[in-house]
């Protein structure tokens, strides 16, 4: 007979980790967004001699992108449980 914590098949370190992939998605997106932003200032400052107020204004904007959309994948998690 199966123990119950196997009954899915999988082990305790696989659930925690299919546990934690919401969590960790919702992180990246904030990376990503970041770096999108960061990105996006380098490339303001190089063509229009901004130096440094695009990187400044589009990390602003990747940092408030970012949290919008951790905050919306965590507002999604917290309906789904």
């Known amino acids: 007979m ?7 098949g ?3 370190a696989a659930r925690a ?4 992939g919401p969590y960790l998605d919702a992180v990246w997106r904030m ?3 970041l770096l999108l932003g960061a990105g996006a ?3 303001l400052d190089r063509k229009l001699h ?6 400044v204004v589009g990390l602003g904007l990747g940092l408030g ?8 994948s965590l507002s999604k998690l917290g309906k789904r449980q």
């Open 2 to 8: 199966a123990k119950p914590e196997e009954k899915d």
């Open 10 to 12: 999988l082990s305790e």
């Open 31 to 33: 990376v990503a967004a």
């Open 50 to 55: 901004w130096e440094p107020w695009g990187v």
């Open 41 to 43: 200032g380098v490339l």
């Open 17 to 20: 980790e299919r546990s934690a």
């Open 65 to 72: 992108l970012g949290f919008w959309s951790l905050m919306r």
